[in-house]
């Protein structure tokens, strides 16, 4: 059974940090991009981060770079996929999401976790 779950979420102050894991297993993922998307209340879903199979290409959205680090570890039968995540600010606040792309740097992920809330308060 596929599956990728996230941990690691929970509420921090501005200015604070949480590093968010997520584990995949169920098949092999080591050839498959990974990454991280968002969902704030009441907007669209947006990716946050990605990494490509190998570890080499890294992507960040605007208003992370400098302050999210997203990394990997791969293993023989779990791919893991860590996002640090520093200098929180309010607006980070949402749902993470964790997935997978064969294919792309997350452009149209195959596999999706059911995410883990993050909430920065004032």
């Known amino acids: 059974q596929v599956q990728l779950v996230e941990s690691g979420g929970g509420t921090v102050q501005a200015g604070g940090s949480l590093r968010l894991s997520c584990a995949a297993s169920?098949?092999?993922?080591?050839?498959?991009?990974m990454g991280w998307f968002r969902q704030a209340p009441g907007k669209e879903r947006e990716i946050v981060a990605a990494i490509s199979w190998n570890g080499v290409s890294t992507y960040y959205t605007g208003s992370v770079k400098g302050r999210f680090t997203i990394s990997r570890g791969n293993a023989r039968n779990t791919v893991s996929v860590y996002l640090q995540m520093n200098s929180l600010k309010v607006e980070d606040t949402a749902v993470y999401y964790c997935?997978?792309?064969?294919?792309?740097?997350?452009?149209?992920?195959?596999?999706w976790g059911r995410g883990t809330q993050v909430t920065v308060s004032p």
């Open positions: 997935a997978a792309d064969l294919e792309a740097m997350l452009a149209s992920p195959d596999y």
């Open positions: 169920g098949r092999t993922f080591n050839n498959y991009h």
